[in-house]
C-alpha cells in the first residue's frame, strides 16, 4: 500500500514530522514498512507560462513549434517544443534555464533545429505527475503567470509504502493508515467515512442477495448525464499515480480513488448494458463470463457471481465483465457497492488466478459498514466532477449480522506481555481502535456466543479466561477489524499501541534435561560436514509433478511414484509431495548452470513423503469446538504418510577448482559416493559400497550404500535420459541416502578412543584382484586378517593395465600398525600385514602384486 503523506496530512493534523518518522510510528506500531519514495524535492525554477504566438518549423521529419511564451519577466521566453496539443493563449508549466525537473533533469538555453530555447515547455510525465507524455500539460485558464509550478501543483510529496499482512485489511487504505498514524502520534483523526446520508425510500435499481454466505450488503446507486468527456482533475491524477494506480477515465478514477482512500471497492456499471434485476449468487455450472482482460473464464460452483437476466455480468470482488464496461460513451451509471465473503473471493481469486486491487481488499475483510457511504460519495463525485445528475433512491439489500463480542479479563493482555497495563490503559487502547468497550462478563460469549446469524466468537477460550469480580470486560470490535474475534487478538492490539520496546527481555531459565536429540545432533553435522567438503545447502520446495517421475526414468511399478496429492496446490503445476529430494535439487542446479555458474555442488536435507500401504486417501476434518478423542487422532495419523528424513547431494563440473596451481578436477561418480561416507562417518558408521542398477542412476556408474544388511541409499552418475530431460550438465553425479536409518543405528555417546604413545609402522601392499571385484571386500579382508594391531587401511591407488592383465586391477593400499602398549617389531608387523594378505588371497582370490 502506497501512502502519500499529503494524503494522510488530510485527515490527520500532524505535527512537522517527516515521512522518516511517520514510517517510524507505524513500523514501531506494528505495520512493516517497504520504502519512502520522494516527488518534487528536486524541482525547481519551473513556473508558469502563457504561450503568447506559435510559428511552425518546417523541413523536419516530425512537427517543430517554436513559441513564444510569457513566464512574468521583463521579455517573453522563447522556446522550441514538438507537442502540437496547445495553442496560443494557453496556460502552461514552463522550466526555465537552470531549472530541475523530476529525476535531476537540468535544462539550459540552448540552440535547437535553428532556433534559440530558453527552457522547456513539461508534459504531466516529465513532472513527475502521471505516465501521460502524449502532449504539453494544460493548465486551467486563469491561472497566475510566473506563479511557482511546485506549490500550485503540490509537486513536493512523499509516499511510504507499507508490506499489508492478511490480518490487517483495513491498513490498505488512507482512512485505516490514518488511523494508526494519529493513534502513534496522539492526535485528532478525521474519518473520511463520517458522511451524512440522505434518507432514501426509493430504489435505484432492482437487485436482491439469493445467497447470503456469498453476500451480506448490495448497494446500488444511479446516476445520469455524466459527460463522458470529462477529465479527471489534476489533483485525483496525482494521487492515483503517487499511490500506484493508472488513471483511465473519470468514472473508474474515481471508484479507484474511493478505494484507496476508504478501503471499499466500488464497481461502475453501464445502465444501458444491464438487463433486468441484478442478483448476487453463486455460479451455475458450465455458465463462463469475459472479464475486463478480454479473458474468457469457465465459472465454478463455487464462484460468487453479480448477474442480471443475460446471466453473469461481474465477478464478485474480483473483476468485472465486459459486456457491462463504462465506454467511452457512457452518461448513465450505476454505482456497485457491496460486502462479500472474504474466504469466498479469495477461493475465487486463486482458482482463476486473477489478483485484483479490490480482491486483495475483500479477501483481507472489508468494513461492513462502508458500502452506503462509498456509494453515495461515488455519486456525488460523479455530478461534482462529471456534471452528472444523482438520481433518487438507492438499493440496499443485507442480511442481518451481529457484530461479535468477546469478554476478557481486563488482566489478560498484561498476562500475555508479561508486563502490568493498568485496567484504564487497555480500555483507552481498545477504544482508541474503535472497540466498544462495556464492563462486565457476556455469558453469552463465555459459552460460545452463537447469535442468531451463526457467529461465534469467544467460546472454550473467553470460557478460561472468565473470572468474578470487576475485572471482566466485553468488547464489541469494530466493523473495519473483522480479524478481532479472540482474546488473545484483543490483547495484541494492547501490547502493540503500548509499544513492543517496552516488554520486558527475559531469558527463560532452561529445563533440565532439556536439548537436541541424537537425530538433530546428527542432522546439524551432518550439514557441517557435507559444507566443509564444498557443498552448498539450498532449501528447495518439498512439492513436484508427475513429470519428475517421467524425468527421473522411474518404472511404471516404482514405489517413489505414489506420491500424496495436495489439496490446495500452490501451483497446478506442481500438486504432489516429493517421494524423494532429487527434483528439487535438480532443478537448482539447472537454475544456477543457466545463470553461468558451472561447477555446482549442492545439498539438501528434508522430509520425503511416502504413502502407506492401505492407508486412506484423506484424513478426517475434525471441528475445533473440543478436544479430538485418542481415536480420531488416531485416524488423522493412519492418513499421514511415513515422512522419512533424508540428505542428497548433486554435484557437476569441477569439484576441484582449476587455478594458478594447475589443471582441477572433474566432479564424479566417485565424489558422490564419497558423499554418503561423509555422512555416515558423522553417525560413527562405515558404509558399505556394492555396485547396482537404480534409476535413476547410470547403470554402469551406480552404486548402493548399505549399513551391513540395511540398504541407505544410492549414489552415482545419473542417467544420461536423466541429464537430457532435466538439461542438466554432462556427467552430472548425485546421491540420496535416508538419515532416519543411520539414527536408528546410531552406536549411542561417543567413546574416547585409547590413544597409544609408541610409533606407528607403515607397510604398503599392492593386491591384483579381478576388475569387478568391489574394493570394500578387499579392505574388509585385509581389516579382518590384520588384527587388533592394524590401527587403518587406505586405498591411496588403483591401476588397470598390460602389467597386471586383462580383467584384472591392482589395489594399493597403505597400512598402518601401532600397539597401545609396546613398540612393534619388525617380525610382527610383517606377520599382521602377511595374515592380512592371505586373508584377502582366500575371500577375494587377491595376488599380491611384485614390484
Not at 453 to 480: C, R
Request: hydrophobic share 40%; with cysteine; net charge negative.
Amino acid at each position: 500500500m502506497k501512502v502519500p503523506l499529503s494524503w494522510l496530512r488530510e485527515y490527520v493534523d500532524l505535527p512537522a514530522v517527516t515521512a522518516q518518522e511517520v514510517a517510524d510510528k507505524l513500523t514501531a506500531a506494528g505495520l512493516k514498512l517497504e520504502s519512502i519514495a520522494s516527488h518534487g524535492h528536486d524541482v525547481k525554477n519551473v513556473v508558469v507560462g502563457e504561450v503568447l504566438e506559435i510559428e511552425e518549423l518546417t523541413g523536419f521529419k516530425k512537427p517543430i513549434r517554436h513559441c513564444r511564451v510569457e513566464v512574468g519577466e521583463a521579455t517573453p521566453r522563447e522556446i522550441v517544443c514538438g507537442a502540437t496539443n496547445f495553442a496560443a493563449g494557453d496556460r502552461v508549466p514552463v522550466v526555465l534555464p537552470g531549472g530541475v525537473l523530476p529525476g535531476g533533469f537540468e535544462v539550459g538555453a540552448r540552440k535547437t533545429y535553428g532556433r534559440m530555447s530558453e527552457g522547456m515547455i513539461c508534459s504531466e510525465r516529465e513532472l513527475g505527475l502521471g505516465d501521460d507524455h502524449a502532449g504539453i500539460m494544460v493548465l486551467p485558464a486563469g491561472t497566475p503567470i510566473g506563479a511557482d509550478v511546485v506549490e500550485l501543483l503540490g509537486l513536493r510529496d512523499d509516499v511510504i509504502e507499507l508490506e499489508i499482512t492478511p490480518d490487517i485489511g483495513y491498513a490498505l487504505s488512507i482512512r485505516g493508515v490514518a488511523r494508526e498514524v494519529a493513534i502513534a502520534f496522539g492526535v485528532e483523526f478525521r474519518d473520511p467515512a463520517h458522511v451524512e446520508l440522505p434518507e432514501e425510500t426509493t430504489r435505484a435499481w432492482p437487485a436482491y442477495i439469493e445467497d447470503p454466505t456469498a453476500c451480506d450488503r448490495f448497494v446500488l446507486r444511479q446516476v445520469t448525464g455524466f459527460d463522458p468527456e470529462a477529465k479527471s482533475p489534476l489533483w485525483m491524477r496525482t494521487r492515483l499515480s503517487r499511490a500506484g494506480m493508472r488513471p483511465v477515465s473519470l468514472a473508474v478514477d474515481i471508484t479507484n480513488y474511493l478505494m484507496l482512500e476508504l478501503g471499499q471497492p466500488l464497481h461502475a456499471f453501464d445502465t444501458a448494458k444491464l438487463t433486468g434485476e441484478i442478483v448476487v449468487r453463486r455460479a451455475f455450472p458450465g455458465e463462463r463470463l469475459e472479464t475486463l482482460d478480454h479473458v474468457v473464464r469457465d465459472l465454478d460452483p463455487d464462484d460468487i457471481l453479480i448477474t442480471d437476466q443475460s446471466g453473469p455480468i461481474s465477478m464478485a470482488g474480483t473483476m468485472g465483465g465486459l459486456e457491462t464496461e463504462i465506454s467511452d460513451g457512457s452518461t448513465e451509471i450505476v454505482i456497485e457497492a457491496a460486502h462479500f465473503s472474504a474466504t469466498g473471493i479469495s477461493r475465487e481469486s486463486r482458482r482463476h488466478n486473477l489478483v485484483s486491487e479490490a480482491s486483495k481488499r475483500f479477501e483481507r475483510g472489508v468494513d461492513r459498514e462502508l458500502p452506503l457511504v462509498a456509494s453515495w460519495r461515488a455519486v456525488h463525485m460523479l455530478a461534482e466532477l462529471g456534471g452528472a445528475t444523482i438520481l433518487p433512491g438507492v438499493t440496499h439489500a443485507e442480511v442481518d449480522v451481529r457484530p461479535g463480542r468477546v469478554s476478557i479479563p481486563a488482566s489478560h493482555p498484561g498476562d500475555i506481555a508479561g508486563m502490568p497495563y493498568a485496567r484504564e490503559t487497555v480500555v483507552r487502547r481498545l477504544e482508541q481502535i474503535g472497540c466498544v468497550v462495556v464492563d462486565g462478563d457476556d455469558p453469552a460469549v463465555r459459552e460460545g456466543g452463537v447469535d442468531p446469524t451463526g457467529v461465534v466468537t469467544g467460546g472454550e477460550l473467553a470460557a478460561k479466561l472468565a473470572v468474578k469480580g470487576d475485572d471482566m470486560i466485553t468488547v464489541t470490535p469494530p466493523s473495519w477489524r473483522p480479524d478481532l474475534t479472540d482474546p488473545n487478538d484483543l490483547a495484541e492490539e494492547v501490547i502493540r499501541l503500548e509499544g513492543y520496546e517496552r516488554l520486558p527481555s527475559v531469558l527463560p531459565s532452561a529445563p533440565a534435561g532439556a536439548g537436541l536429540t541424537e537425530g538433530q545432533r546428527l542432522r546439524r553435522r551432518v550439514g557441517r560436514a557435507l559444507a566443509e567438503a564444498g557443498y552448498a545447502e539450498v532449501l528447495a520446495y518439498p512439492f513436484i509433478s508427475a513429470d519428475d517421475f517421467d524425468r527421473l526414468q522411474l518404472p511404471a511399478d516404482d514405489a517413489r511414484r505414489r506420491a500424496s496429492r495436495l489439496a490446495n496446490p500452490l501451483g497446478e503445476d506442481e500438486p504432489l509431495m516429493r517421494t524423494t529430494l532429487l527434483p528439487g535439487l535438480l532443478k537448482t542446479l539447472v537454475r544456477n548452470a543457466g545463470r553461468g555458474f558451472a561447477d555446482v555442488a549442492l545439498f539438501e536435507t528434508g522430509s520425503v513423503y511416502r504413502p502407506r500401504e492401505g492407508a486412506p486417501e484423506t484424513a478426517p476434518v475434525l471441528g475445533v469446538e473440543r478436544r479430538p478423542t485418542a481415536e480420531e487422532l488416531a485416524s488423522i495419523e493412519a492418513a499421514l504418510p511415513d515422512q522419512p528424513w533424508r540428505v542428497a547431494v548433486v554435484l557437476a563440473g569441477e569439484f576441484e577448482r582449476s587455478g594458478w596451481w594447475g589443471r582441477g578436477r572433474e566432479a564424479s561418480w566417485a565424489d558422490a559416493v564419497q558423499a554418503g561416507r561423509i555422512v555416515a562417518a558423522e553417525a560413527g558408521l562405515e558404509l558399505s559400497v556394492v555396485a547396482d542398477q537404480h534409476e535413476p542412476w547410470h547403470p554402469g556408474r551406480c552404486a548402493a550404500l548399505y549399513l551391513g544388511d540395511l540398504l541407505v541409499g544410492h549414489a552415482g552418475e545419473l542417467h544420461p535420459r536423466v541429464i537430457e530431460a532435466y538439461g542438466l550438465p554432462p556427467r552430472t553425479a548425485a546421491m540420496e541416502l535416508e538419515l532416519t536409518r543411520l539414527e536408528t543405528a546410531l552406536p549411542g555417546p561417543v567413546q574416547a578412543p585409547a590413544i597409544s604413545a609408541y610409533p606407528v609402522a607403515t607397510q604398503d601392499v599392492a593386491l591384483i584382484v579381478p576388475d569387478f571385484t568391489p574394493v570394500a571386500d578387499v579392505e574388509a579382508a585385509l581389516r579382518d586378517g590384520a588384527g587388533e594391531l592394524l590401527e587403518s587401511v587406505r586405498l591411496f591407488d588403483v591401476y588397470t593395465g598390460a602389467q597386471v592383465g586383462e580383467g584384472n586391477k591392482s589395489l594399493a593400499y597403505a597400512m598402518r600398525f601401532r600397539a597401545p602398549d609396546r613398540t612393534l617389531t619388525a617380525e610382527e608387523i610383517s606377520a599382521a600385514r602377511d595374515a592380512a594378505v592371505a586373508l584377502a588371497a582366500d575371500r577375494v582370490g587377491a595376488q599380491l602384486r611384485s614390484a
